[in-house]
């Protein structure tokens, strides 16, 4: 996962407590994920504090302590608003110390300061510079009397692979190979082995599941541990009764690495991204907060586990934004495992998992950046980074390659993004690559004849564009500079009982005796556009469009909820019930379940925007629920 896939997840995917009206709790910490959960042996108590709200100018910058009987609030505003920082307990003077981060401006506001808190006050310690640094972790190694530090970016945005070891303000760089480019991952001492452990899934290896360093001061060393259901991670523990390095899994799994082997220590514990662990060794517990669940929502609970079972000690609920500064809480009952309402989403099918993707869109004011797959009987999101909030982009499935490609939309501040993503499975790439211009609504199909990604026209800064490019995976290039004019792209598929790409466009310029939209069909020869004759439903733009096995085009028309077959060269209207009045909607074919996938979409006009799953078969349209 690149460098920009943990950028834009930490600046749109976080979403923290406030009662309805705004107002924080203030007898409990807010709900947050990917805090720091250290025990503190003069305070007594495991100690809470950072973890991301929606915005990082929210971020809070008090200290929670809990005593295993209340929470606490310590007000100590030393550094100001900090995120994606790291931070541990130095076991020879007793206090917390942490290091860089982003302040309130996020990636404009980068840090290279090294604090300390001593229970009740922050103080800021002298430091050697490293130039800045963000999402590293670090942790007290007692026979080195040193931290520490490693991962995350550097200033200039790349993956520090070095090995720091940070003593007294001074920072020693250790030579030899390392675990390289990590992603999420956790990182904690074993006392009695004198090792660091390092859990993490590996950027270069992302289809493998996480991987196991250890450091003992002088070399790392890669173990191989069996699959434990952990491809991604944010923190681990040491739990020094057990002897235990502890790490929780995405199905609430509790692990325990101890040099040898790894074992299920325990179940039924919480199951979110982003959740802190601390470990106290007084109580001889090991605490959780928080986390980050579907559709981003964030947790405010407290689990503590003790004796192999997990208990929930303290819930205030899970929470999600619903405007600036404006949170609510769940209810319990509520389905968060779909789509939320949307249009305008961008989606495709990924031949080689048998899912239909579906990401991003937009709600009212806001633009989404979720990726969800649908596999024909449930909606699973599967990641919180990737690209920015994207709507009316161009999302295609590279059938050579076995990856999806995303290209252009409008992002969040409604300006023309002309980045391009491929989506392989499990993440995210960007791809550098000088490509078309920026656009909004343009179309976009794989040719598989050709192999490759072939894009048309949409509207860009100066207005409506014609123009042709294909992508091999390597480089964008131009084809066709003169396609079809005045046009709105209405539906791009690939006929596969022809072999070619079918388009169609809806004119700006209308029928000056009927007063409706002049459509037209046109196909790509591989060089150019030729114009097929006959006469296209009169429909208006963003409607959904998609081939059906290798029988038929399909069309659904929105305005009046007509559906509409594309074969032996006519367009027959078959059918007249349906998902109903609508705009914005997508849909795709899923070639092995042999249906046509339908999503959201809303009223013109008005507010109102779905997030209903609907397929058609080849004879009706059904509604899954």
């Not at 952990?230 to 390095?245: G, H, P």
């Not at 689990?303 to 319990?332: A, C, F, H, M, T």
């Not at 993004?417 to 078309?436: A, F, L, Q, V």
């Not at 509409?564 to 998902?579: D, E, L, T, V």
């Amino acid at each position: 996962m690149p460098m920009q896939t943990q950028i834009y997840f930490l600046l749109f995917s976080f979403f923290f407590l406030k009662d309805a009206t705004g107002q924080q709790h203030n007898d409990a910490p807010d709900a947050r994920g990917r805090a720091h959960l250290i025990y503190h042996p003069a305070s007594k108590a495991m100690l809470l504090f950072d973890g991301y709200l929606n915005h990082p100018d929210s971020t809070r910058n008090n200290v929670w302590k809990w005593d295993g009987n209340k929470w606490e609030e310590i007000v100590a505003y030393g550094p100001g608003s900090r995120i994606v920082n790291a931070a541990a307990l130095n076991n020879k003077t007793g206090n917390i110390e942490f290091f860089a981060g982003w302040g309130k401006e996020a990636i404009n506001d980068k840090k290279n300061d090294l604090w300390s808190f001593d229970g009740m006050a922050w103080k800021k310690l002298t430091a050697d510079t490293i130039g800045t640094r963000d999402h590293h972790k670090m942790i007290y190694m007692d026979h080195m009397d040193a931290f520490l530090v490693y991962g995350g970016f550097d200033f200039n945005f790349k993956n520090d692979t070095a090995t720091w070891l940070l003593k007294d303000g001074h920072f020693t760089v250790i030579p030899g190979k390392s675990p390289g480019a990590c992603g999420n991952f956790a990182l904690t001492y074993d006392p009695y082995r004198k090792r660091a452990i390092l859990f993490s899934r590996n950027f270069l290896h992302s289809d493998k599941p996480a991987d196991l360093w250890e450091f003992d001061g002088n070399k790392w060393e890669e173990i191989k541990v069996p699959d434990i259901g952990v491809t991604s991670t944010y923190n681990m523990v040491y739990n020094n009764d057990l002897k235990m390095a502890i790490v929780q899994n995405a199905k609430g799994e509790t692990w325990g690495w101890d040099g040898r082997k790894m074992t299920k220590i325990a179940e039924g514990g919480p199951a979110e991204f982003g959740v802190a662990l601390g470990y106290d060794p007084v109580r001889k517990v090991i605490g959780a907060y928080g986390g980050y669940g579907p559709q981003r929502t964030a947790v405010s609970s407290l689990w503590e586990l003790q004796n192999g079972k997990w208990k929930k000690i303290v819930d205030n609920g899970r929470w999600k934004q619903v405007s600036i500064n404006k949170y609510e809480k769940l209810d319990p009952s509520a389905d968060i495992t779909i789509p939320g309402e949307r249009w305008a989403h961008q989606m495709t099918y990924d031949e080689a998992n048998n899912k239909t993707l579906l990401f991003g869109g937009s709600h009212g004011n806001k633009i989404l950046g979720d990726l969800w797959a649908w596999n024909g009987s449930a909606w699973e999101e599967l990641t919180l980074g990737g690209p920015p909030p994207l709507s009316k982009g161009i999302f295609v499935y590279d059938a050579t390659r076995k990856v999806s490609v995303l290209f252009s939309g409008a992002d969040s501040r409604d300006e023309n993004s002309g980045d391009t993503w491929e989506w392989d499975g499990r993440d995210w790439k960007e791809i550098k690559s000088k490509g078309p211009p920026a656009r909004v609504h343009g179309l976009g199909a794989y040719d598989y004849k050709n192999k490759n990604v072939l894009i048309f026209g949409g509207f860009g800064s100066s207005g409506a564009l014609d123009d042709t490019w294909t992508f091999d995976g390597k480089e964008w290039k131009l084809v066709n500079a003169n396609g079809p004019k005045d046009c709105l792209p209405h539906g791009m598929i690939y006929d596969e009982t022809r072999k070619v790409i079918v388009m169609i466009t809806v004119m700006l310029n209308t029928d000056a005796a009927t007063g409706k939209p002049n459509n037209e069909m046109w196909e790509w020869t591989g060089k150019e556009w030729r114009k097929l004759s006959g006469i296209v439903p009169s429909i208006t733009g963003l409607q959904a469009f998609a081939s059906f096995s290798n029988e038929a085009i399909i069309l659904y028309d929105g305005n009046d909820g007509a559906t509409w077959k594309y074969s032996s060269g006519k367009w027959n209207k078959i059918a007249s019930s349906g998902p109903g009045i609508r705009m914005g909607h997508v849909m795709v074919y899923d070639k092995k379940r042999k249906r046509i996938v339908l999503f959201g979409g809303g009223k013109a006009d008005t507010a109102i925007r779905y997030n209903d799953t609907w397929e058609w078969d080849g004879k009706e349209w059904r509604r899954i629920k």
